[in-house]
Nanobody, 113 residues
Framework: QVQLVESGGGLVQAGGSLRLSCAAS????????MGWYRQAPGKERELVAA???????NYADFVKGRFTISRDNAKNTVYLQMNSLEPEDTAVYYC???????WGKGTLVTVSS
């Protein structure tokens, strides 16, 4: 079993920044790809960004240039730095070990206009 705990969400004004963290514990395996997803009210959950344990990254078009995913393998933690936030970024953000059923419970990000 792998436990994933997200933190760092909150309320921010448009144009502001937040940094999300996802701490993994339990049976943690490698290699793996970690991802951040989000789900806005009334919408499907969507992939925001992903990172391999070697540091290769991939981003959804709607966050390119604004969000940065990173990871600290020694701390079993994945981060999502979110800059230039927009009201459309309001959602619950989840981390996941891609290709598995391991999801965190999410952290709410609210961007006010």
């Amino acid at each position: 079993q792998v436990q994933l705990v997200e933190s760092g969400g909150g309320l921010v004004q448009a144009g502001g920044s937040l940094r999300l963290s996802c701490a993994a514990s339990g049976r943690y395996f490698s290699p793996n790809v970690m991802g951040w997803y989000r789900q806005a009210p009334g919408k499907e959950r969507e992939l925001v960004a992903a990172i391999t344990d070697g540091g290769r990254t991939n981003y959804a078009d709607f966050v390119k240039g604004r969000f940065t995913i990173s990871r600290d393998n020694a701390k079993n933690t994945v981060y999502l730095q979110m800059n230039s936030l927009e009201p459309e970024d309001t959602a619950v953000y989840y981390c996941r070990v891609l290709g598995t059923t391991y999801w965190g419970k999410g952290t709410l990000v609210t961007v006010s206009s």
